[in-house]
């Protein structure tokens, strides 16, 4: 996918996100993310969103700490918000393409990393916005979640996040999963897993232990511990140890 429609869905989801958010109020549970409310929801995402812009507009080329959670709430909290998401869009939008500056995973450039990396952040973020607003995580595939989208970010999932030592999703026996989109040809991963971090490939060969498999948009979400998984065949632990040891920080 180009940068620049990573730009146009970041713009779309941010507004996605304020108004699920508004609508809910942000005194309101979120269902997706235990133990949070929308006000800290709001706070982190903008707070990332503000990060990722100071990066490619001061050009820090090493890592650089973000500003803080704003003691902010209610209408001034969204404004706030939504402020930050204009920001970055716009710095990313108007960035030159070969700007140099730190980032985290593998890419392109700088730019198509950050561009690809918040459109991705901001519609994780947008369904538990959402999930707040109806009062219960939906289930099936999310709504505005594209075919190529989710499949994107189903690579950078398991290709890249999963890949740095930081994962947890670990076994003490060598395992294989496999992840299948079932509404995009090729798009099928094998995910080795081991005492080391996963191993993942874009290929269908060979057998699995257990295979998720679902419309490329329900297994991003799912994937993402933001709904269940659409299919699940073969040894159920080890969706389980998805679920249980997945999460990204």
């Given at each position: 996918?180009?940068?620049?429609?990573?730009?146009?869905?970041l713009?779309?989801?941010?507004?996605?996100?304020?108004?699920?958010?508004e609508?809910?109020?942000?005194?309101?549970?979120v269902?997706?993310?235990?133990?949070?409310?929308?006000?800290?929801?709001?706070?982190?995402?903008?707070?990332?969103?503000?990060?990722?812009?100071?990066?490619?507009?001061?050009?820090?080329?090493s890592?650089h700490?973000?500003?803080?959670?704003?003691d902010?709430?209610?209408?001034r909290?969204?404004?706030?918000?939504r402020?930050?998401?204009?920001q970055?869009?716009?710095?990313?939008?108007t960035?030159?393409?070969?700007?140099?500056c730190?980032h985290?995973?593998?890419a392109?450039?700088?730019l198509?990393?950050?561009?690809?990396?918040?459109?991705?952040?901001?519609?994780?973020h947008?369904?538990?916005?959402?999930?707040?607003?109806?009062?219960?995580?939906?289930g099936?595939a999310?709504?505005?979640?594209?075919?190529?989208?989710?499949?994107?970010?189903?690579?950078?999932?398991?290709?890249?996040?999963?890949?740095?030592p930081?994962?947890?999703?670990?076994?003490?026996?060598?395992?294989?999963?496999?992840?299948?989109?079932?509404?995009?040809?090729?798009a099928?991963?094998?995910?080795?897993?081991?005492a080391e971090?996963?191993?993942?490939?874009?290929?269908?060969?060979?057998?699995?232990?257990?295979?998720?498999?679902?419309?490329?948009?329900?297994?991003?979400?799912a994937?993402w511990?933001?709904?269940?998984?659409?299919?699940?065949?073969?040894?159920?632990?080890?969706?389980t140890?998805?679920?249980?040891?997945?999460?990204?920080?």
């Amino acid at each position: 996918m180009e940068t620049v429609t990573f730009v146009e869905t970041l713009d779309r989801e941010g507004g996605l996100l304020a108004a699920a958010a508004e609508k809910a109020g942000t005194g309101a549970e979120v269902p997706t993310c235990p133990g949070w409310r929308v006000r800290d929801l709001l706070r982190h995402t903008g707070t990332v969103h503000r990060w990722a812009a100071a990066f490619v507009a001061e050009g820090h080329t090493s890592y650089h700490p973000d500003g803080g959670l704003p003691d902010l709430d209610g209408d001034r909290l969204l404004a706030w918000f939504r402020e930050g998401h204009r920001q970055l869009v716009t710095t990313l939008a108007t960035a030159p393409p070969d700007v140099r500056c730190w980032h985290f995973l593998p890419a392109p450039s700088p730019l198509a990393f950050w561009a690809r990396r918040q459109a991705h952040e901001t519609t994780v973020h947008r369904l538990d916005a959402e999930s707040a607003r109806d009062g219960a995580p939906a289930g099936g595939a999310p709504a505005g979640v594209g075919t190529d989208f989710a499949v994107d970010g189903i690579e950078e999932l398991l290709c890249a996040f999963h890949a740095r030592p930081r994962s947890a999703v670990r076994t003490g026996e060598p395992r294989t999963l496999r992840v299948r989109a079932t509404d995009a040809p090729g798009a099928v991963w094998t995910v080795r897993l081991s005492a080391e971090p996963p191993v993942a490939h874009r290929t269908g060969a060979g057998a699995a232990d257990c295979e998720l498999s679902g419309p490329a948009a329900a297994l991003y979400a799912a994937l993402w511990n933001r709904r269940p998984f659409p299919e699940v065949t073969g040894d159920r632990s080890l969706a389980t140890l998805w679920r249980e040891r997945s999460g990204v920080t």
